[in-house]
């Protein structure tokens, strides 16, 4: 739970940049619930450079009222060759935002001036785990970063309260693959380190990223009521990407799954869980990237303990109210 005993308890976020990942941090930058301490940024959705500038630019247009470090980490996942997702997301992981004008012909989104920190995401999640007590990581992309920091000390990163993340699929199929989730697909490698590392882990997976469907009728209608730089932003940025559930999927939307992982860190009574042994296959010839729950009634718990909270159902119409409220 991110609210402990009325105190508010630090957040990192760390994302790969595409769309999704943009809207979970719109609802982070506007929560009075989460204090956002860096973002850090991993290869996945688009290049680690572009996902840094795709962050950069969310920030620039929420304008909160702090400034906030945002740290590039990984280039590549551990073991595999680089992945991304660039034909859902666009070519700029942002539903290519070049392509908008003002009506005097001007940028809508100009070139930004802002550069992300100097500071290696590694060390800055370390250094973050040191510091503060009861530090929780929303991590909406592959687990590169967090699974590097690991390996690089792991006695400190066990010093973090709760890692959410956004990956996987217990109950339902593979989006990526019939296997396998996208994040966990791209990078299976640290999906099973961070699995193996004895910190909390909240699992927020397909089994109820797919209840959360976002219409694209209620993103205009959204900028049509409450017409403002974010709603813009909005609109913009999810038209190739809800172009492609459309086309292949025949729902004119999109899933709301980084949104959804950053409700959970918000308000953690929006799923039910089950507490899960979990694995994930990284040599699979067709299950490369599955996430394996252990649901026997029988399992040997000294063995096969419970490693992650699975999150199986979740309050949809809460949870839409809530994204709607801080978009």
């Given at each position: 739970m991110i609210v402990l005993q009325n105190q508010i308890v630090p957040v990192i976020i760390d994302t790969d940049g595409g769309v999704d990942d943009a809207l979970a941090l719109i609802m982070a930058l506007n929560s009075p619930k989460l204090d956002l301490k860096a973002i850090t940024v991993v290869a996945g959705n688009i290049n680690v450079d572009q996902a840094a500038n795709n962050v950069l630019r969310v920030v620039s247009i929420v304008e909160p009222d702090t400034s906030l470090i945002v740290a590039k980490g990984c280039e590549k996942p551990l073991v595999k060759p680089p992945f991304n997702a660039a034909g859902i997301h666009g070519g700029d992981g942002l539903g290519e935002l070049e392509q908008f004008k003002e009506a005097d012909g001007t940028p809508r989104y100009p070139k930004l001036t802002t550069k992300p920190s100097t500071e290696n995401a590694i060390n800055l999640l370390l250094k973050a785990a040191q510091e503060y007590d009861n530090l929780t990581i929303i991590a909406l992309g592959p687990l590169t970063n967090v699974a590097t920091a690991i390996q690089k000390d792991a006695t400190t990163m066990k010093k973090i309260g709760r890692i959410i993340i956004m990956g996987g699929a217990v109950t339902v199929p593979g989006n990526i693959t019939a296997a396998a989730e996208f994040n966990f697909f791209v990078d299976p490698d640290a999906a099973q380190v961070v699995m193996e590392s004895g910190i909390p882990l909240t699992l927020v997976g397909l089994d109820v990223a797919m209840k959360a469907p976002l219409p694209r009728q209620v993103v205009e209608d959204n900028l049509q009521r409450r017409p403002s730089k974010v709603t813009q932003f909005i609109a913009d940025c999810t038209g190739i990407y809800m172009a492609f559930y459309r086309d292949n999927e025949g729902f004119y939307g999109c899933y709301l799954h980084d949104p959804l992982a950053m409700a959970v860190a918000i308000d953690p009574s929006l799923v039910t869980t089950e507490s899960l042994h979990m694995m994930v296959e990284i040599q699979g010839r067709f299950t490369t990237g599955m996430?394996?729950?252990?649901?026997?009634?029988?399992?040997?718990?000294?063995?096969?303990?419970?490693?992650?909270?699975?999150?199986l159902d979740v309050d949809t119409e809460r949870f839409l109210r809530l994204f709607d409220q801080l978009v």
């Open positions: 996430s394996l729950a252990d649901r026997r009634d029988r399992r040997d718990e000294k063995t096969n303990a419970p490693n992650v909270e699975a999150c």
